[in-house]
Structures are given as structure tokens and as C-alpha cells.
């Protein structure tokens, strides 16, 4: 088969001009500039997808306010659980992250953490001698 073969001058000098990592270079030179053409919109990243940049302040805020909620075990709003937990509940119980919002009544909600007891509680607004003085 390789005796049927007939070489022109053109593929010879082109075979000898460029290399391998020469030619995938120009496949993809073209490659790329095809893909500009149909528009860069869905190829070119964007900070907006990924979120935008972090608001360091607020997370920090959101920690805080976070580790506060967790140690008084004071009642909470839908709002405030929405807040603290990024998403709004929508059962009587919900996780996140390691906390549980726990549905007291409507719209008061109690936020612990999953791996904590009640009998590890601290003493805050959930233990059992706040509720009798009340």
C-alpha cells in the first residue's frame, strides 16, 4: 500500500515546515477563533456565576450572630433562622451546615447544633428553668 501512495511537493514541504505541537497549535488557533464567533458568552468565566467576590465583613457577622443564637438558645425568627442558615425553612425541623432550626411554634424557631445533646446545653433561653418561671 505504501508503494500506491504518491507524495506531491506541497505535503512535503508542509510536513517538514511545522511540527506536531505546531500543528495542534493552529487546530487550536482555530478552534478558539471559531468559538469567538458564536460568542463568548458561555465560554468566558465570570465572577457573577461563581457568586461574586465574599463579603468578609457580613460572613463574619453571620458567624458571630451565628455562635450567639447557639449558646443563649434564644427564640428565633423565620427571618432571623433564614439569615442565619441562608436558606428558608420549610419543614418543622431543618440542617445545615451542622445546625438544626427547630420549629417551636409558628414563626419562633430554636437553632442548636446537630452533635450537641440537650443535656450539653450551656443554660440559655431553652432550658427547662427558664420555661417554668415563664
Known amino acids: 500500500m505504501a508503494a500506491n501512495q504518491t507524495l506531491s511537493p506541497e505535503t512535503t514541504s508542509l510536513s517538514s515546515e511545522l511540527s506536531a505541537e505546531q500543528a495542534l497549535g493552529m487546530i487550536g488557533m482555530g478552534l478558539m477563533q471559531k468559538l469567538n464567533q458564536e460568542g463568548p458568552g458561555r465560554w468566558i468565566w465570570s465572577a457573577a456565576e461563581d ?56 414563626n419562633v424557631w430554636r437553632l442548636t447544633q446537630i452533635g450537641m445533646d440537650s443535656s450539653q446545653s450551656a443554660g440559655g433561653f431553652g432550658d427547662d428553668h427558664f420555661r417554668r418561671r415563664l
Open 51 to 106: 457568586g461574586g467576590a465574599a463579603n468578609l465583613v457580613e460572613l463574619r457577622q453571620r458567624l458571630e450572630l451565628t455562635s450567639l443564637a447557639l449558646k443563649t438558645g434564644a427564640p428565633l425568627s423565620t427571618a432571623e433562622v433564614t439569615q442565619l442558615l441562608g436558606i428558608r425553612p420549610g419543614s418543622e425541623q431543618v440542617e445545615r451546615g451542622g445546625l438544626r432550626a427547630s420549629r417551636l411554634s409558628r
